[in-house]
């Protein structure tokens, strides 16, 4: 089955810790995206890459890092920096040249 | 004010019903224009997807673009309880250095009571 995989599903962080988050897709898509959702918040983008070894900041990307060393993979690392991590991560792919993204399950993240 | 503005609700309606979802936007260079649907605790799911104006059917949602108003409509008909969830609206201009980005809507949440 074709899809985005991210993991783990619920993740609980001391304050003061990096800490990364998977995603990976087997769909062949060349673009791939991190967006972060709080309650009563539409997504709001972090990162995002169109190819392989190149990605650019999004809207919110201080205290976040990413790496896109493959295409079906797209890690985030959500390090120290960040004010308030806690938040459900999403993360997305779609094809070349298209606009409608496809999003994984989600990863909820809780810093103590 | 932001790009993108959508009615957080919640809305409440019983089952058969028809639900009008709706979003305004300022941006005049969007040109594609998306629904998502979200259940609690889930990723977003690809409802519909229109190109421009006009409107867009896919069995009970009907999607419609108005550009010279800057809104655009998600109509539910025959509403069931397992349409309740979050409804996301996003758009997207046509390239440029914006070219993939999609600004969302911050969604309405919809009930469907039996």
């Known amino acids: 089955d074709g899809g985005i995989t991210q993991s783990p599903k619920y993740l609980f962080r001391k304050e003061g810790q990096n800490v990364t988050l998977s995603c990976e897709q087997n769909?062949?898509?060349?673009?791939m995206y991190w967006y972060r959702q709080d309650p009563g918040q539409g997504l709001r983008l972090i990162y995002y890459s169109q190819i392989v070894n190149d990605f650019q900041k999004g809207d919110i990307a201080e205290g976040y890092s990413v790496s896109r060393e493959k295409k079906e993979s797209f890690p985030l690392t959500v390090t120290s920096a960040q004010k308030n991590p806690t938040a459900f991560y999403l993360c997305a792919s779609s094809p070349r040249w298209a606009y409608e993204q496809y999003f994984g399950p989600g990863t909820r993240l809780t810093v103590t | 004010q932001k790009e993108v503005e959508q009615d957080p609700g919640p809305l409440s309606v019983p089952e058969g019903a028809i639900v009008s979802l709706n979003c305004t936007y300022s941006?005049?260079?969007?040109?594609?224009f998306m629904w998502y649907r979200q259940y609690s605790r889930k990723g977003p799911e690809l409802l519909m997807y229109t190109y421009s104006s006009g409107n867009k059917e896919d069995g009970r949602f009907t999607a419609q673009v108005d550009k010279s108003s800057k809104y655009i409509s998600l109509f539910i008909r025959d509403s069931q309880p397992s349409d309740s969830a979050t409804y996301l609206c996003a758009m997207s201009d046509a390239g440029g250095t914006s070219y993939g980005k999609l600004t969302f809507g911050q969604g309405t949440i919809l009930t469907v009571h039996p």
């Open positions: 941006n005049s260079a969007f040109q594609y």
């Open positions: 769909l062949n898509h060349d673009a």
